[in-house]
């Protein structure tokens, strides 16, 4: 089972100069450079900490970050993909991959993936109430099939932040069945 969701939102020159302290945006770079904003793990763990709200008040087991960070290491991968070569999509442009190829391939054993992406908005609170209006990102985040994620917050790019968090479904046991996993749901429009 694989599902994913996307929102961008605009952006604005004061983003930019607040992350990166230019107002440059770099449009003429061949390349945008991803950069860590220096509270990207305080912004992560805001992100989980919300999306965890929305599913207790659910009555929805809360997500945790697997053991080994993998997830969040997929998710920091794909995000500066996204910064540098200039794309917001969940699938690769250019190599075609999906969260379930790049979560599988990292080594992480998952029955079900997930992936939710935005960019543009300015904090963890807004990507959340972004996503929970959109029918497709709450049912991702809603879930009862995830159990773990990884979140990264990485800055650069066309829309100055971006935010991927991907969910699994980790496949622990050795009695667990390998059903193949099918390719993410389409995208959602974007949001002005």
């Known amino acids: 089972m694989a599902a994913s969701a ?12 607040a992350l990166t302290g230019s107002d440059d945006d770099s449009a003429g770079d061949p390349v945008a450079r991803c950069t860590t904003p220096a509270d990207a793990e305080i912004l992560a763990n805001q992100l989980l900490q919300l999306i965890n709200l929305e599913r207790s008040e659910r009555g929805i087991s809360p997500v945790v970050p697997d053991s080994d960070d993998v997830l969040a290491s997929v998710a920091a991968d794909y995000a500066c993909s996204m910064v540098e070569e200039r ?25 079900a993936v997930g992936e939710n992406l935005a960019a543009g908005q300015r904090s963890a609170g807004e990507v959340v109430k972004q996503w929970m209006n959109s029918e497709l990102h709450r049912q991702n985040l809603l879930s009862p099939a995830w ?3 990884g979140v990264a917050v990485r800055a650069g790019g066309t829309y100055d932040i971006y935010w991927v968090i991907e969910l699994a479904a980790p496949r ?12 993410p749901q389409a995208e959602t429009t974007p949001s002005p």
């Open 6 to 17: 996307c929102l961008l939102t605009g952006c604005t020159g004061d983003m930019r100069s």
């Open 87 to 111: 794309f917001f999509s969940h699938e690769h442009p250019v190599t075609k991959t999906t969260p379930a190829k790049r979560i599988t391939s990292s080594g992480y054993r998952a029955s």
């Open 147 to 149: 159990r773990e994620a």
């Open 172 to 183: 622990r046991m050795e009695w667990d069945f390998e059903y193949p996993i099918p390719p």
